[in-house]
Every structure is written in structure tokens, then in C-alpha cells.
């Protein structure tokens, strides 16, 4: 597509719940990103996919939180048992390089859990 | 010490000012350096990529120092569209992916 596409653009699920957040890239860009934005902090690294590589999950918080990427290009983030603490804006981003190159971001999807 | 500092802001500033807001960071092997900005409740928007002999873009000018692990922007003749939170970005220390600041908000005034 023409930009990065995130689903649902919001959430809002009760505590205890599993969720799926969606995230489908740039046509041809081979990175993909997920970052987390909690009210008035800086964005949060969660995971990294690069092609068919391994991804870096370093930045994952807890094991309530998986991603993949199927067939190098749409991925989903889960949660599974969400927690208040989880509330925040989810940001995927792809770029085409390594990540030495700019990221293009979708427009989040905002997570409230209640 | 933080992987990539910022003065929180906010700088409150009259259309045509020129500001400045400096970032510092805290990996030396640090490659890619980025300015983006962010306005309220949206995505952030890479602004300008920073390299090492400064670059210029309209009216936006960014700076590298190296030796002190500091990055600059400066913006010349402020707009009022120029309000937004302004975030510095370098990679990680594996090259993998990229380190925000919390960002520096700007408020440009008529």
C-alpha cells in the first residue's frame, strides 16, 4: 500500500482480555517495527522484523507479549491478559533499509484497557 | 544516563523567532541520527536525517557533534505550523532499530 496501515485504530477491551493489533507495511519494505507510546512518554522499541531473519523481541515487555510477521509483510502484536499498565498507543513503522534508514509509522492503534 | 536526552520544553516562541533545541546521546558507536516531529495524537514524521558536516533543509538546520554526543536543531523564522513535539532519534546500540527521545514541544505564538 501506500503508507502503513494499522487495525483497529482503537481498542478498548477489559482487563484479562486477549488482543490482536494489526499492522500491514510498506509494499516492499522489508523492516517492520513496533514501538508503544504511554500518555506524555517517548516511544517504547517492542520488536523488530527484518525479512526472514530472526526477529529482536529486546524490547518486549513481558511474555504477555508476542508478535510475528507471516510472509515477510503483514504482522500482529498480541497481548494476551492485558493489564492496565498495557494502555497506550501501539505504533508499527517499516522502512526499507536495516534500521540505519528513516521509519515510516502508521497511525497507531490506541489501546485502552479498563 | 539515558540512551537519548531532550529538554522536555515546552519553548513558547513568537512567529519568525529562531530556536533551538539540543539533544544528547549516550552510544558512541551511534550511526544514524534523526530528526522527527510529532504533532498532538498523531503519528511522528521523520523531519530531516542529521549528518556529520550539519545539513540544511529550508529552513531547518541540523548539526552532529560527535566528539560530544550531541545533536542540534535549529529553526529559523517560526511558523505557526511549526507547533508540534519535536523528537531526536539515533539507533540502537546494535544498528537494528531506532531510539527516541521523549521529544522537545514547541509552541509558536501570532
Known amino acids: 500500500g501506500a503508507g502503513v496501515s494499522q487495525s483497529p485504530s482503537n481498542k478498548v477491551t477489559e482487563k484479562g482480555k486477549d488482543v490482536e493489533l494489526r499492522c500491514d507495511p510498506i509494499?516492499?519494505?522489508?523492516?517492520l517495527y513496533w514501538y508503544r507510546q504511554s500518555l506524555g512518554q517517548g516511544l517504547e522499541f517492542l520488536i523488530y522484523?527484518?525479512?526472514?531473519?530472526?526477529?529482536?523481541k529486546s524490547g518486549l515487555p513481558s511474555d504477555r507479549f508476542s508478535a510475528e510477521r507471516t510472509g515477510g509483510s503483514v504482522s500482529t502484536l498480541t497481548i494476551q491478559r492485558t493489564q492496565q499498565e498495557d494502555s497506550a498507543v501501539y505504533l508499527c513503522?517499516?522502512?526499507?533499509?536495516?534500521?540505519?534508514?528513516?521509519?515510516?509509522f502508521g497511525s497507531g492503534t490506541r489501546l485502552t484497557v479498563v | 544516563r539515558k540512551e537519548v536526552e531532550q529538554d522536555p520544553g515546552p519553548f513558547n516562541v513568537p512567529e519568525g523567532a529562531t530556536v533551538a533545541f539540543n539533544c544528547t546521546y549516550s552510544?558512541?558507536?551511534?550511526?544514524?541520527f534523526f530528526w522527527y516531529r510529532q504533532d498532538c495524537r498523531k503519528e511522528p514524521k521523520l523531519l530531516m536525517s542529521?549528518?556529520?558536516s550539519g545539513n540544511e533543509d529550508g529552513r531547518f538546520t541540523a548539526q552532529l557533534n560527535r566528539a560530544s554526543q550531541y545533536i542540534s536543531l535549529l529553526i529559523r523564522d517560526s511558523k505557526l505550523s511549526d507547533s508540534a513535539t519535536y523528537l531526536c532519534?539515533?539507533?540502537?546500540?546494535?544498528?537494528?532499530?531506532?531510539?527516541f527521545g521523549k521529544g522537545t514541544t514547541l509552541s509558536v505564538s501570532s
Open positions: 509494499s516492499g519494505h522489508t523492516a
Open positions: 542529521v549528518y556529520s
Open positions: 552510544n558512541s558507536a551511534s550511526q544514524s
Open positions: 513503522a517499516s522502512s526499507s533499509g536495516d534500521g540505519a534508514t528513516g521509519y515510516t
Open positions: 532519534v539515533v539507533n540502537n546500540q546494535a544498528g537494528t532499530a531506532l531510539i
Open positions: 522484523f527484518q525479512g526472514n531473519s530472526a526477529p529482536d
